[in-house]
């Protein structure tokens, strides 16, 4: 696929606009302190990937960060996977938020389905991670040490991982959304020593009780051995064999923050990326990599600053969650709410946007395509006169929403999709206050990251779709995936298509402009309204229910279209797929996984697709339904059912027509 056609201009920056960026002010300091002039952005980027050490070190000083010792070399190692950044530098994620400590504006501004606008000082905030962090010394909690949360998007929730990251243990958060093993999945593999969790939530309007899932956590993770209750109540007793503190009477003991001097690449938080087989991905990122690859994102990129109102739509499951927390690096108030965005209705981010005075406000690309069909007219719900941006990401953002957010919303508003990943924690494609908006684009290509679209041999491609690749290292790439200890599987994740060139697993086109639009994932990872899932998931909540022999799931997501997920089911000989047996399987998913990833339809098949070596031939069957032709997306010779995909061929053609 190429551009025929420049798409249409929707906004160009006024002089003003440019005048007050971040990205102008750090284009007029590299003149002035490094004597590096760069008459637009694509000489900028073209800078920032062929001379990394340059580019990397002016971050350093231009975003000026803390540290406790300096840096010998900017890379001392530069190979894929292994890069080592900023050696012998000693730092820590949390001094780099306090440095904007203030009393001229809140830290946190919130709100949930169940409670008003509040907000929350950095005084306090510094107290409360004080007394949090401190509470953990106390209980043994030490550097390098795993605590977890099950937790909602709330100030406790980012208190906790603060005071986690203070004292050098390392932190992981799962949404109280998530099922029992999907949670399981995830933080069985990283052995934590204490956690931290609700015993209830609210979302879409109803009170869950999670009693439940929290005495099963407690009972199925030994390593356990202290939890920290947050907020809610259960009518369901906890087991006792774990030492419980309430978070109220943690914070009532006052104690002064103090924070762990740690290497630039000492692990500070574990994500969660699922492939197709096997566990998902325990992905480490070190608290160096993270505050300098976001601060690129979040200030140069999205614009942001200590001036702003800074609202993301997250669960806490999502890796946005962590960018929207990363809006305090750049002094940034936050604003976050906790409940579903469209209960009530659609109209309710809008209100609690208007709410807080946000400046700028993201959410996934499902949000708006959602908000567009409810009829919703946001100027009409909300005040939203101090909005300035908007931001997008999850998945593609079609021509339609971007039509609709400048209908909505105002000819004033810069639109600035985004696309990275949970992976890297970080931005590949981005925004760019400086340049125009083009309908269905991302403007450009993010600094330090060279972003290509690559051909099946490793071949470049221009203005045609390939596989997104990054041809040189970040600072935020994995330091490795937790006891992956031979590096196997985290190579097998990224380099084993294009060895020594990560990939990410996106489909590209880099367009004329240097901008790009992503056309959905080239693998058959799901990638649910910005929520990604390994199919594996899916298959062992599945395929435990007796009926069911087999199974295989794809997620539709392409540029310009709804998500659509459909399941194929075998059945055990007899059985037909009935409506009692569709609710069976959607309530396995929905208990096991969680009720975003149920699928849209389940069908009956006759057999799976597999390989001679038996795996399940998910991106072919995906490639059919997206209407490639058969013969070409596999190899019958390599098959051990070749005649299995004619049902995915007629079936395609039947939704085609």
């Known amino acids: 696929m190429t551009e025929t056609a420049t798409p249409a201009l929707l906004w160009t920056p006024s002089a003003e606009r440019i005048g007050r960026s971040q990205l102008h002010k750090y284009m007029q300091w590299l003149r002035r302190e490094r004597g590096r002039d760069f008459k637009d952005y694509d000489s900028l980027w073209r800078w920032s990937v062929s001379d990394l050490e340059g580019f990397w070190a002016s971050m350093w000083d231009y975003i000026g960060i803390k540290a406790y010792k300096p840096y010998d070399k900017v890379l001392a190692k530069r190979e894929m996977p292994g890069a080592q950044w900023f050696t012998g530098a000693e730092l820590n994620f949390v001094d780099q938020v306090f440095r904007h400590e203030t009393a001229s504006r809140p830290a946190i501004l919130y709100s949930s389905e169940t409670a008003a606008l509040q907000q929350m000082s950095w005084q306090t905030l510094r107290e409360q991670v004080g007394a949090m962090a401190a509470h953990l010394r106390g209980i043994g909690v030490k550097r390098g040490d795993r605590v977890v949360a099950y937790a909602p998007n709330t100030p406790e929730t980012i208190i906790a991982f603060l005071a986690v990251a203070s004292v050098g243990a390392i932190w992981s958060v799962c949404s109280p959304d998530m099922g029992l093993n999907a949670v399981l999945d995830r933080f069985r593999q990283i052995e934590p020593v204490a956690l931290f969790a609700v015993q209830s939530s609210d979302y879409n309007g109803k009170h869950l009780d999670k009693g439940d899932v929290l005495a099963a956590l407690i009972a199925e993770l030994p390593t356990v051995k202290n939890l920290i209750l947050m907020t809610g109540h259960s009518e369901h007793a906890l087991p006792d064999h774990v030492q419980t503190t309430s978070w109220a009477g943690v914070i009532a003991k006052p104690a002064a923050l103090t924070i762990e001097p740690v290497p630039f690449d000492h692990p500070l938080w574990v994500v969660y990326s699922s492939g197709t087989t096997g566990l998902p991905k325990p992905i480490v990122h070190g608290h160096g990599g993270v505050v300098i ?272 997920m459909p399941l194929f089911v075998v059945l055990r000989p007899g059985l037909a797929l009935d409506a009692a047996l569709k609710d069976r399987i959607n309530q396995a998913i929905r208990k096991a996984v969680s009720a975003r990833f149920v699928p849209n339809d389940i069908f009956q098949v006759a057999e799976v697709p597999r390989t001679l070596s038996g795996k399940k031939l998910e991106v072919p069957v995906k490639k059919i339904l997206l209407g490639q032709p058969a013969e070409k997306v596999s190899n019958p010779g390599t098959m051990a059912n070749p005649g299995s995909l004619s049902w995915f061929v007629d079936f395609a053609k039947q939704r085609a027509a």
């Open 293 to 564: 690859v976001i601060m690129v994102m979040t200030a140069l990129h999205n614009d942001l600053g200590s001036d702003d109102i800074f609202h993301w739509y997250s669960s806490t499951g999502w890796i946005m969650w962590n960018a929207q927390v990363a809006g305090l690096l750049v002094g940034a108030t936050i604003a976050i709410y906790d409940g579903s965005p469209s209960w009530p209705d659609w109209n309710r981010l809008w209100q609690f946007a208007g709410e807080v005075k946000a400046t700028f406000f993201g959410a996934g690309a499902a949000f708006y395509a959602n908000c567009q069909k409810a009829g919703v007219v946001p100027r009409q719900v909300a005040d939203l006169s101090s909005l300035r941006t908007i931001g997008s990401t999850g998945s593609p953002l079609s021509e339609d929403s971007y039509a609709w957010i400048y209908d909505q919303l105002g000819k004033d508003i810069w639109l600035t999709p985004i696309s990275g990943g949970t992976d890297f924690a970080g931005g590949f494609v981005g925004g760019c206050v400086l340049m125009p908006v083009y309908a269905g684009e991302m403007q450009v290509r993010c600094l330090g990251a060279d972003i290509q679209a690559f051909d099946d041999n490793g071949k470049p491609l221009q203005n045609e779709v390939g596989e997104l690749v990054c041809a040189q290292p970040l600072p935020s790439m994995p330091l490795f995936l937790w006891n992956d200890k031979d590096g196997k599987r985290y190579h097998d994740s990224y380099f084993d298509m294009y060895p020594g060139v990560w990939r990410h697993g996106d489909w590209i086109r880099i367009t004329p402009r240097g901008g790009a639009i992503i056309y959905g994932r080239s693998d058959a990872t799901i990638n649910r309204y910005g929520l990604r899932l390994g199919t594996s998931e899916i298959y062992r909540a599945v395929e435990e229910l007796p009926e069911v022999l087999d199974s295989l799931v794809v997620d539709l997501e392409y540029l310009g279209r709804d998500s659509y």
